[in-house]
């Protein structure tokens, strides 16, 4: 929500209209879907999700990977850095892959992962980091991201996979720590902490931020907007704000968005098929 404020204010600067930041949260997110996909494509209606708009098409029928693509692209405001989180109250002696891994074998069962949901990508995120490490990893769901940090902190988790902003603060205070950085390159929020691929596990977990329009805009809005976004992600005032958020502004443009979000929908669906990962209505 902070990240968001941000783009709208730079948004209102910038275009002289006001621009109402509308939290629609709730049912992984299809609620909000729901009212863009049904708006006119007239600009006055954009939507701003996370990642986890890629998965949605594995687990709710009407939102399937059809109908999800038929939402206008826009730009990718931002990239996120993410972790393997871990609980040093339930993982003492457990600070790096390696030592997950035997930790896991050594436990068997007893190695539990937190979400933010059953089928959300935090769901697919954990199934799959248990599948390229060859460990078991029990899923626990929880209604969002807070209540399952209480838990991990508690120790009555051990793991979670998620962006460093929503966990540097605990980490900070010793309480989590960073197993690994789950992206291509190490973050400068902990520049100690080696990445996946650095401890030998071909393991991503992609974060972003976007923005897209209804279906069947017209070429001009859609390209207005890119034009709007791409400028206010330039300013030092979002940059800098982004930085202190762990985020790094990207201002694509609506194709390269495009190409980017169909690979991760597919992506998302192969990861859903490999893992066995049950509809979140079932």
Sequence with gaps: ?????????????????PFVFDFRGGAASTIGTGVVLKAAPDGYTWLAPNAGLSVLPNFYPAYNH????TLTPITELSNRTTGI?????GLPRVNNLKDLVAYAKANPGKLSCNTAGAGGITHIICASFAN???IEIVPVHYKGVAQGQIDLIAGRTQVSGGTLLAAIGQVKAGKLKVLAITGPKRSPLLPDIATTHE?????????????FGPPKMSPAIVN???AELVKVLRTPEVIAGLDK??????GNTPEEFRKKFLSEMTKWKKAVEDNKIESAED
């Design 85 to 89: 989180i871990a609980s040093a109250a």
């Design 199 to 211: 401890q030998g596990y071909d393991f991503d977990y992609p974060a972003w931020l976007g923005w």
């Design 224 to 226: 207005r907007m890119n």
């Design 1 to 17: 929500e902070n990240e968001l404020r941000l783009y709208t204010g730079g948004l209102q600067a910038q275009t002289g209209q």
């Design 245 to 250: 958020l762990g985020a790094v502004p990207v």
């Design 66 to 69: 059809a109908v999800v693509g």
């Design 132 to 134: 390229t490490l060859g």
